[in-house]
Each structure stands twice: as structure tokens, then as C-alpha cells.
């Protein structure tokens, strides 16, 4: 079985920072790609930013210069470092990773942490 559990979330004011962890545990063969979501009341859940195993990343426009995805060494953990946060940040995160299980690879996603920053 495997597990994603987040942690980070909170209340901020703008311009604050707030740094998301998200750690996989479980019968994990490997992980390949790590990805943070977002998904604000009333909107679509849309991709944040990307971290493959390579340690290659991607941001979605609205975060670039702002937020910085990581990984630690286990590659098991995720993090998003959020600078500058401005209200539109607001939104529940969800973290995704895609883990290999024997030769199979699967999509798992973490419960979710709220993000609320204050004008």
C-alpha cells in the first residue's frame, strides 16, 4: 500500500512564504515524476509544478520566479518553496507521484493541504 502525505499548509498573509512538503512511503519500487496541483473554489484543478526523477522541472506561468519544486536525496519527498504569495495562490495543493510497483507504474495523490493568502 502506498501512502502520500502532505504538510505545509496554512494562513499567510501576501507577499509571506510557506514551503509544502509531500512524502511517499509504502511499497514503492521507484518514483518516477513528482507533481504539485492546485485547485481554487470553483475552478479546475490545474498543475502547478513538475519534478522527474532526473530532477528536471516545470512551472506552470503564473508561479514561475515564485515557487521552486525540490526533492530530497530518498527522492521520496517533495517540496514547493511559495515566495511571494499573492491571494490568487489560494487553493487547496495536492501532491502526485508516479510510482513503479513491479513493472507497472501508478498515479497516487496525497489528500490535499490548504492554501490561504490574505491581501
Known amino acids: 500500500q502506498v501512502q502520500l502525505v502532505e504538510s505545509g499548509g496554512g494562513l499567510v498573509q501576501a507577499g509571506g512564504s510557506l514551503r509544502l512538503s509531500c512524502t511517499a512511503s509504502?511499497?514503492?519500487?521507484?518514483?518516477?515524476?513528482m507533481t504539485w496541483y492546485r485547485q481554487a473554489p470553483g475552478k479546475q484543478r490545474e498543475l502547478v509544478a513538475g519534478?522527474?526523477?532526473?530532477?528536471?522541472?516545470n512551472y506552470v506561468d503564473a508561479v514561475k520566479g515564485r515557487f521552486t519544486i525540490s526533492r530530497d536525496d530518498t527522492g521520496n519527498t517533495v517540496y514547493l518553496q511559495m515566495n511571494s504569495l499573492k491571494p490568487e495562490d489560494t487553493a487547496v495543493y495536492y501532491c502526485?507521484?508516479?510510482?513503479?510497483?513491479?513493472?507497472?507504474?501508478?498515479?497516487?495523490w496525497g489528500q490535499g493541504t490548504q492554501v490561504t493568502v490574505s491581501s
Open positions: 519534478i522527474t526523477s532526473g530532477g528536471s522541472s
Open positions: 502526485n507521484a508516479n510510482i513503479r510497483i513491479g513493472s507497472s507504474n501508478y498515479s497516487y
Open positions: 509504502g511499497s514503492i519500487g521507484g518514483i518516477n515524476a
